[in-house]
């Protein structure tokens, strides 16, 4: 928890908390599970594998496109609250949507399941670039564990409600378990709804100009935000550092992310029941709510970048172990080390990068950050897919995902982020 928590703080942080039940109920646990056993029964599992894998690479291109525009329109028009209720919203509707699709409609299922995705990864843009706006660098990296410790707790919290309800189901009223995980992606809408107002009424972002005229003023940097989509590049250029950075971001969170994402189908395809999967998964959330806010004192203590590095050894030698895997016990374990660094990598890259950048162009910088980060999750769930799809083996598919772990650490090896601060300071002078 960060020394000095406070309303804006907390509120910033809550934003976590809402999402975060999305990510897990919904992302992670109940649709690609209900997605197989009820929208796409009569597919075999190596084809369903593929159109998840699918489906959540043409969401994440989505993002991919429209990430550094937004975020340059963001910065231009002081619009980072605006557009993250406008992303949360569409994120918070198709969740609820989805309970209105019925079995074997699988397309339809895809389709909302996809839209959400967009809203979900949208308002993440926006919420992570206030990170420089709600606390001083300082303490970016107890604030920004600290917010993905809520996560990671409120996440818990309601999928563990959820699962219950699921497996009592008459207890609740429900005729079956059908029904009542149908009904859960109702209670992550809400959920992400409730919560998400203390961030809109108790944090204010960065004006760095005076806008006379709201109205005219949007639609001017609506236009002005597409035009300077080729200087951000041009920027980004400049500071070597953050390029080099991104560039390791990309690759080591593209193995993160396909992990969250197709951690459940994988152990779907080598047998393990729903039940067992999903208790997994909770034991992920509820380890991984104290490991984020420890590893935010570790970065404290050896630097971000040694604990992001920490982090991606685990990820990689677990994805190498996870190939061996034939009982559920084993699962069990997995589920555990990833919660012990799942946080920490996400946490400790989000306030690294906030660190290195400049802070009256963070949603600008941040819609970069996002976007490669959404890229990435266009490649690592279609290349699990396509492997799965044409050797019939989901071992050799997991184990393509260790190769973004190399790749990545590598590159973040020769981030020296004295230099990247000393490059900010010059860009920040010239600019």
Same mark, same amino acid.
């Given at each position: 928890?960060?020394?000095?928590?406070?309303?804006?703080?907390?509120?910033?942080?809550?934003?976590?908390? &809402?999402?975060?039940? %999305?990510?897990?109920?919904?992302?992670?646990?109940?649709?690609?599970?209900?997605?197989?056993?009820?929208?796409?029964?009569?597919?075999?599992?190596?084809?369903?594998?593929?159109?998840?894998?699918?489906?959540?690479?043409?969401?994440?291109?989505?993002?991919?496109?429209?990430?550094?525009?937004?975020? +340059?329109?963001?910065?231009?028009?002081?619009?980072?609250?605006?557009?993250?209720?406008? /992303?949360?919203?569409?994120?918070?509707?198709?969740?609820?949507?989805?309970?209105?699709?019925?079995?074997?409609?699988?397309?339809? &299922?895809?389709?909302?399941?996809?839209?959400?995705?967009?809203?979900?990864? =949208?308002?993440?843009?926006?919420?992570?670039? *206030? *990170?420089?706006?709600?606390?001083?660098? #300082?303490?970016?990296?107890?604030?920004?564990?600290?917010?993905?410790?809520?996560?990671?707790?409120?996440?818990?919290?309601?999928?563990?409600?959820?699962?219950?309800?699921?497996?009592?189901?008459?207890?609740?009223?429900?005729?079956?378990? +059908?029904?009542?995980?149908?009904?859960?992606?109702?209670?992550?809408?809400?959920?992400?709804?409730?919560?998400?107002?203390?961030?809109?009424?108790?944090?204010?972002?960065?004006?760095?100009?005076?806008?006379?005229?709201?109205?005219?003023?949007?639609?001017?940097?609506?236009?002005?935000?597409?035009?300077?989509?080729?200087?951000?590049?041009?920027?980004?250029?400049?500071?070597?550092?953050?390029?080099?950075?991104?560039?390791? %971001?990309?690759? %080591?969170?593209?193995?993160?992310?396909?992990?969250?994402?197709?951690?459940?189908?994988? =152990?779907?395809?080598?047998? /393990?029941?729903?039940?067992?999967?999903?208790?997994?998964?909770?034991?992920?959330?509820?380890?991984?709510?104290? &490991?984020?806010?420890?590893?935010? %004192?570790?970065?404290?203590?050896?630097?971000?970048?040694?604990?992001?590095?920490?982090?991606?050894?685990?990820?990689?030698?677990?994805?190498?172990?996870?190939?061996?895997?034939?009982?559920?016990?084993?699962?069990?374990?997995? &589920? #555990?080390?990833?919660?012990?660094?799942?946080?920490?990598? $996400?946490?400790?890259?989000?306030?690294?990068?906030?660190?290195?950048?400049?802070?009256?162009?963070?949603?600008?910088?941040? =819609?970069?950050?996002?976007?490669?980060?959404?890229?990435?999750?266009?490649?690592?769930?279609?290349?699990?897919?396509?492997?799965?799809?044409?050797? $019939?083996?989901?071992?050799?598919?997991?184990?393509?995902?260790?190769?973004?772990?190399? +790749?990545?650490?590598?590159?973040?090896?020769?981030?020296?982020?004295?230099?990247?601060?000393?490059? *900010?300071?010059?860009?920040?002078?010239?600019?």
């Amino acid at each position: 928890m960060p020394e000095k928590i406070n309303k804006t703080t907390f509120s910033w942080a809550l934003y976590d908390w &809402a999402n975060s039940a %999305y990510a897990t109920v919904i992302m992670a646990g109940f649709f690609p599970l209900f997605f197989k056993q009820y929208w796409s029964d009569t597919t075999d599992v190596s084809n369903s594998t593929f159109q998840l894998g699918l489906t959540n690479s043409i969401a994440s291109t989505i993002i991919v496109i429209l990430a550094p525009v937004l975020g +340059a329109i963001a910065d231009a028009g002081n619009l980072k609250k605006r557009l993250l209720l406008i /992303f949360a919203m569409l994120g918070i509707l198709m969740s609820a949507a989805l309970y209105f699709v019925g079995q074997h409609e699988a397309l339809l &299922a895809l389709t909302f399941f996809a839209l959400s995705v967009v809203g979900f990864s =949208g308002s993440i843009i926006f919420y992570d670039s *206030l *990170l420089t706006d709600v606390t001083e660098e #300082i303490n970016f990296n107890k604030v920004s564990s600290f917010g993905y410790a809520l996560g990671y707790l409120g996440g818990g919290v309601l999928f563990a409600f959820d699962v219950y309800m699921t497996l009592n189901p008459e207890s609740f009223g429900f005729k079956s378990s +059908a029904e009542a995980v149908k009904f859960s992606f109702l209670t992550v809408s809400v959920w992400w709804f409730v919560f998400s107002i203390p961030l809109f009424l108790n944090v204010s972002e960065f004006t760095h100009r005076k806008i006379k005229n709201r109205d005219t003023q949007t639609r001017k940097v609506v236009f002005s935000g597409f035009k300077q989509l080729s200087k951000t590049f041009h920027k980004i250029k400049k500071l070597r550092m953050v390029l080099l950075f991104l560039l390791a %971001y990309w690759l %080591y969170i593209d193995g993160v992310d396909t992990i969250v994402r197709m951690a459940v189908d994988y =152990g779907m395809s080598l047998g /393990f029941n729903s039940t067992d999967l999903i208790t997994a998964l909770l034991i992920t959330q509820f380890v991984g709510f104290p &490991a984020a806010i420890g590893f935010g %004192y570790l970065a404290n203590v050896i630097g971000a970048k040694n604990g992001i590095l920490i982090a991606i050894a685990v990820y990689f030698f677990t994805t190498l172990w996870a190939t061996q895997i034939t009982v559920v016990s084993e699962f069990y374990i997995l &589920a #555990i080390i990833i919660g012990l660094v799942q946080g920490g990598v $996400q946490a400790l890259s989000r306030s690294f990068y906030a660190g290195i950048i400049p802070k009256n162009q963070s949603a600008e910088f941040f =819609g970069f950050y996002n976007m490669l980060g959404k890229f990435a999750a266009v490649l690592g769930p279609i290349m699990m897919g396509l492997v799965s799809l044409t050797t $019939q083996s989901p071992r050799l598919s997991i184990l393509s995902v260790s190769i973004l772990f190399i +790749a990545g650490g590598i590159l973040l090896y020769f981030v020296n982020e004295n230099k990247a601060k000393d490059m *900010l300071t010059d860009y920040v002078i010239e600019n």
